[in-house]
Structures are given as C-alpha cells and as structure tokens.
C-alpha cells in the first residue's frame, strides 16, 4: 500500500504544479469568483483513478508471483503523466488517456480550470472514474475469494 499512498500523493501534486505552470504560460490568470469546485473534484476523479490503477495491479499479486516488475513498469509510465497529455504524440495521448489513465490526474483539471473542458468530456471522465472504481473492486474481490493463503 505504500506504491498507493505515495501514488496519491503524486497525483495530487503534480497534477496542482503543472496546473500552475500551464496557466503561467499561456498567461491565464483565474479570477477569484471563478468557481474552483470542478477543478478540484476533477481532480479528486484523477486521484481515485490512478488509486484503482494501482489496487488493479497490485491485486494481480493474487495470481502473478512477481508483481515488483510490473509496479516499475507502470512508475515508468506513470512519470509520462507528470506533464499535459497535449505535448505527446496522438497514439501516446491516447494511450496515457484510456489504456493507462495517467492523463486524468492532470490534463482533465487543467481543461476544467482554463474553461476548455466539454461537456463530453467530462461526462467521460465520470465515466471511467465509475468503470475503474468497479473494475478494481471486482478484481480485488474476486482475488480475495481466491486466495488460500500464503503457506498453502
């Protein structure tokens, strides 16, 4: 649970310094009366997104003997999503928005915060934070109803 924690923490921070850097960039400064609530419930979305991520691979330790391997294989991937999804090819943003949801955790608050966030897009996000809440669940659950233990 440790891998999850700093996770967590990760998400959250670097999620909020490259919200900053982007809106110094492009010289986007948010008024005070600009409601922040979506921003930083989509940022919470991004936050139990990845959390889900890593009890789905860390559940895989129910099945797979030698879960370290692909722990550092996602924290490699995981780096990717330390800047904004649009600075990376078409295929990789792709990739790093639905195949490993890395880009949740800072591209959706962004769009939220500089108002470019679209109704679909938020509708989707929603989505996937309820698909992966459920998937984990389902794969954490059905590993715990496998497991025998660890001396037998």
Not at 44 to 50: A, D, N, P, R, T
Request: glycine share 8%; charged share 5%.
């Amino acid at each position: 649970m440790n891998y999850i924690h700093h996770a967590l923490i990760g998400v959250g921070t670097a999620g909020l310094g490259a919200t900053c850097v982007i809106l110094f960039l492009i010289n986007h400064q948010p008024s005070l009366d600009a409601p922040l609530v979506l921003p930083l419930a989509l940022l919470l979305m991004g936050s139990i997104v990845i959390y889900c991520f890593w009890l789905i691979i860390t559940s895989t330790a129910f099945w797979i003997v030698r879960v370290d391997e692909i722990v550092n294989l996602f924290q490699g991937v995981y780096a990717a999503g330390r800047w904004p999804v649009g600075i990376y090819p078409r295929w990789l943003q792709v990739g790093l928005t639905f195949i490993i949801p890395v880009a949740f955790a800072v591209t959706i608050p962004a769009e939220a915060l500089t108002s470019r966030l679209t109704p679909l897009i938020l509708a989707g996000t929603c989505a996937l934070t309820i698909f992966f809440v459920i998937l984990a669940r389902v794969i954490w659950r059905l590993g715990l109803k496998n497991y025998s233990g660890a001396s037998a």
